[in-house]
Nanobody
Framework: QVQLVESGGGSVQAEGSLRLSCQASGRTFSSLDMGWFRQAPGKEREFVAKINWIGSNTDYGDSVKDRFAISRSNAKNTVYLQMNSLKSEDTAVYYC????????????WGQGTQVTVSS
């Protein structure tokens, strides 16, 4: 079992920045591919970004490309999401997710952290 705890959410003005963190436990971190998803009120969950187990491969949702950056520290069992040039439409609950490397699935989810962007 994998436990995921997100932190770093909060309120920020448009064009500001936030960095989310997600610390994992329960399994060797380097055995996990990691991702971030978000869900805004009344909307379906949306893919934000993912990173493979060693950090050599990343992918982003179209709405956040060139503004967000995902990274990880296997030494700290932590994945990060640097969010720049935030827009009001980025307001959502952000969830950290983990899956066994190479499976293309996310089987473990955190509780989520709220990000609110005011214009």
């Amino acid at each position: 079992q994998v436990q995921l705890v997100e932190s770093g959410g909060g309120s920020v003005q448009a064009e500001g920045s936030l960095r989310l963190s997600c610390q994992a436990s329960g399994r060797t971190f380097s055995s996990l591919d990691m991702g971030w998803f978000r869900q805004a009120p009344g909307k379906e969950r949306e893919f934000v970004a993912k990173i493979n187990w060693i950090g050599s491969n990343t992918d982003y949702g179209d709405s956040v490309k060139d503004r967000f950056a995902i990274s990880r520290s296997n030494a700290k069992n932590t994945v990060y999401l640097q969010m720049n040039s935030l827009k009001s439409e980025d307001t959502a609950v952000y969830y950290c997710a983990a899956g066994m490397r190479g499976t293309a699935r996310f089987d473990y989810w955190g509780q989520g952290t709220q990000v609110t962007v005011s214009s």
